[in-house]
């Protein structure tokens, strides 16, 4: 059997194809043009190929001869006006078109907890679009939707949230941090997707990969200043006045998050059900934080 991984390269990706490769799966790497430094982060053996989602004829013969594709590719933190639709949505169509083509039957989609939230950042709006075209495609489809991901390097947004807590002795947390999240560690989340784009059970479903337990956010914040011998203090922050402070997303993301996606974190909650996924897919995933 052969994989092809889009966004293959990243802290995930890399780990898929190291998870792939040991259950006896050749692994081929879609990465973006001009990325240099592509070949020294996949492991040695995996096939690299160039092309970007959003440009179908640069990504069509990527899946001559692949037996599944695992679709990581994505963009997750932008404040450019469109990039979330032409990378997650349009991209996505772009990938399944190019199955079609090609005649690749399965197909893997990473999406995002983000899409169950009542209401939907245009992140949200993205990968939900994506959802869609993935499920209308003909294809043998599986989706997965990661929750808040730790670990290994990755987890980009909670890294995000470790280094804003961190930083300073004293931290603002939007309604006082008591959204609840079931943060997944990044091990399982790969072996969870890997799982997922190979069992024949779960064609034709939607798994949310999380971990065991849910924890709020000040529980989380509070988790992460343990680990690191840190005893800040939490100030909490009504959220009519969150709601007026753009600058929000500089304390929390800087420049690559909107105050709308910064504020949706600690809104809703993320806590789903993997009934589903420990029942098909021996998904039993441990806590990021020991405990």
């Not at 996949?42 to 160039?50: F, K, N, Q, R």
């Not at 005649?103 to 983000?114: F, M, Q």
Request: one cysteine or more; aromatic letters at 8%; charged letters at 20%.
């Amino acid at each position: 059997m052969k994989a092809l991984i889009t966004g293959g390269a990243g802290v995930v990706g890399k780990a898929l194809c190291r998870e792939l490769e040991a259950r006896g799966v050749c692994v081929r790497v879609l990465a973006l043009p001009g990325d240099t430094l592509a070949s020294s982060r996949i492991p040695s053996g995996v096939e690299l190929v160039y092309g970007d989602v959003t440009d179908f004829e640069s990504i069509r013969t990527a899946f001559d001869g692949i037996d599944v594709v695992f679709h990581l590719a994505a963009a997750l933190l932008s404040t450019v006006p469109g990039e979330f639709e032409r990378v997650n949505a349009q991209g996505t169509r772009n990938v399944v078109s190019a199955c079609q083509d090609a005649g690749v039957r399965r197909l893997l989609y990473v999406s995002s907890i983000s899409v169950t939230y009542p209401i939907l950042t245009p992140y949200g709006q993205s990968k939900l679009a994506g959802e869609l075209a993935v499920k209308e495609s003909g294809l043998d489809w599986t989706i997965v939707r990661p929750t808040l991901v730790i670990g290994d390097g990755g987890g980009v947004e909670f890294n995000m949230y470790a280094r804003y807590v961190s930083r300073f002795p004293v931290y603002f947390l939007p309604g006082g941090g008591l959204a609840q999240k079931r943060p997944v560690r990044s091990v399982d989340l790969v072996q969870g997707i890997a799982a997922a784009g190979l069992c024949e059970s779960a064609v034709g479903k939607t798994y949310a990969l999380a971990g065991p337990s849910s924890m709020t956010m000040a529980q989380m914040a509070e988790a992460i200043l343990r680990g690191r011998g840190l005893k800040h203090r939490m100030i909490s922050l009504p959220w009519f006045i969150c709601r007026r402070l753009a600058m929000l997303k500089s304390w929390i993301g800087g420049q690559k998050v909107t105050a709308e996606q910064a504020l949706a974190g600690f809104l809703y909650d993320a806590v789903p059900s993997i009934e589903s996924a420990e029942k098909d897919l021996d998904y039993h995933p441990k806590s990021p934080f020991g405990a």
